[in-house]
């Protein structure tokens, strides 16, 4: 059995390799897949197969030698340099028949929700997508699922003899990278045919060093009751100080205090840190369906009966203008000691 395991990178400045890539460097979430993967594959008697997709690849086989990958596989095309649905299907689909493996996996980011999809439909494999953890049992993958709104979780089995799973991020841990690690490189060129909408220009945001909200261990959010676009300055200060990335909830988007692509959220993005701290927010269904598998929740807000103290781990009552500057002030202290 094999598991083929799919690389992302970070950022937009290029693409040349599966999904995005920035100064070469890996996304944090493919290192945590290489090691599920690895796990997954040694307890079913098989290996690891990274794939990158794209033009010019080169000098990847070393990092994703060192977390676990026996080969690397190379999809390459001139007409891949920036990433097209179409294009990355029809390549990816042609591996996946080449090596017939058991497994795929992959992230459940924007463009896994888009790609994926598509892959196993070309395939006709089963898909579980936006999963939170995955075992073997009987040699057939079992994949743990949130559903409505992530108030519930099933298991979903599969009865394809290809089984495809997306994972959310900072589902698993990263593995610890072995060093003088190699991996076997094979080169493939791939016919992608005629791409249709190809992506003309990329342009991308300033995100000011913070990592995506996807890929964030710690995350700090605020809501309608920031007030002003201006107001969340005290929430970059704060996550400035604990390395964090700041989110928001939909009313504040729709008030225009933030971007949709800071917005968590059912209509945003779910998200899955290791800290999660809620400033304003009341806890709509629809929030906490973008931040539930938080691993600890701390909620700050005038309002002690506002519905987010329900699922908070940690909860402050007062007012959020007056608590942030607070935390950011003890959190400082804490960490220089």
């Known amino acids: 059995m094999y598991a083929i395991f799919l690389l992302e990178f970070e ?5 040349r390799s599966f999904f995005r890539r920035k100064n070469g460097k890996v996304k944090k979430s493919a290192f945590e897949l ?17 794939v990158v997709v794209g033009n010019q690849l080169d000098g990847l086989d070393k990092d994703l030698a060192a977390y676990g990958a026996k080969k690397v596989v190379q999809a390459t095309n001139a007409g891949l340099d920036k990433y097209n649905t179409v294009g990355f299907t029809a390549a990816l689909a042609k591996v996946v028949e080449d090596l017939k493996p058991s497994i795929v996996l992959g992230s459940a980011s924007t463009l896994g929700k888009d790609l994926f999809p598509r892959l196993s439909a070309r395939l006709k494999a089963g898909l579980a ?6 075992s073997i ?18 298991d979903v089995t599969f009865n394809s003899e290809i089984q495809i799973a997306t994972v959310r991020a900072n589902s698993f841990p990263v593995g610890a990278p072995q060093d003088g690690a190699s991996a076997e490189v094979i080169n493939s060129a791939v016919d992608v045919g005629d791409l249709v909408n190809p992506i003309v220009e990329l342009q991308q945001g300033d995100a000011g060093g913070q990592a995506d909200l996807t890929e964030a261990e710690v995350i700090v959010s605020g809501g309608r009751a920031m007030g002003t676009a201006e107001n969340f300055g005290i929430l970059q200060e704060l996550a400035g100080v604990l390395g964090a990335t700041v989110g928001a909830s939909r009313a504040a988007v729709d008030s225009g205090y933030a971007g949709h692509d800071m917005q968590v959220g059912q209509t945003g993005k779910v998200v899955n840190p290791k800290l999660y701290i809620a400033n304003g927010i009341s806890g709509a269904i629809q929030h906490l369906a973008g931040m539930r598998t938080s691993k600890i929740i701390v909620a700050v807000n005038k309002d002690p009966e506002a519905p987010i103290f329900s699922k908070a781990d940690y909860g402050i009552v007062g007012d959020l203008f007056t608590i942030v500057p607070l935390l950011t002030e003890e959190f400082k202290k804490a960490l220089t000691e």
Do not use: C, F, H, M
């Not at 950022?11 to 693409?15: A, K």
């Not at 743990?144 to 108030?151: D, E």
């Open 129 to 134: 997508s936006d999963t939170t953890d995955l």
């Open 137 to 154: 049992d009987g040699g057939k993958l079992v994949a743990k699922k949130p559903v409505y709104s992530g108030k519930a979780s099933v």
């Open 11 to 15: 950022n937009v400045d290029y693409v």
């Open 34 to 50: 290489l090691t599920k993967a690895n796990e997954l594959a040694s307890g079913a008697g098989g290996s690891v197969i990274a």
